[in-house]
Nanobody, 124 residues
Framework: QVRLEESGGGLVQPGGSLRLSCAVSGNAFRAYTVGWFRQAPGKGREFVAAITYKGGNTRYADSVKGRFTASIGDTEDMVVLQMNTLEPEDTAVYSC?????????????????WGQGTQVAVSS
């Protein structure tokens, strides 16, 4: 059974940076895509970024382009989301999710496994 676990959330001032990690376990085949989504209080789940584990192809929401970078981590089955120049509007619970192919989907329904999420708060 595939499991995902996020880490790295926290409180940061506007303009600051955070690095989120998503550890994937229980997945025998490395042909998958990891998506990052966020959900702010009172709002729906929003696509942030996606990356294919093989090849490292990426896709970003317009709201984070140029500020966030998704990459493959230094260890196996680890995906990283580097978030720079954070804004108060980035405050949300961030979750990673997995789908078993290399399609960079932006819709939550396309992903089959989800982590519990990690809180990111941007405030002065």
């Amino acid at each position: 059974q595939v499991r995902l676990e996020e880490s790295g959330g926290g409180l940061v001032q506007p303009g600051g940076s955070l690095r989120l990690s998503c550890a994937v376990s229980g997945n025998a085949f490395r042909a998958y895509t990891v998506g990052w989504f966020r959900q702010a209080p009172g709002k729906g789940r929003e696509f942030v970024a996606a990356i294919t584990y093989k090849g490292g192809n990426t896709r970003y929401a317009d709201s984070v382009k140029g500020r966030f970078t998704a990459s493959i981590g230094d260890t196996e089955d680890m995906v990283v989301l580097q978030m720079n120049t954070l804004e108060p509007e980035d405050t949300a619970v961030y979750s990673c999710a997995l789908r078993r192919n290399w399609v960079l989907s932006t819709t939550p329904e396309a992903y089959i496994s989800w982590g519990q999420g990690t809180q990111v708060a941007v405030s002065s």
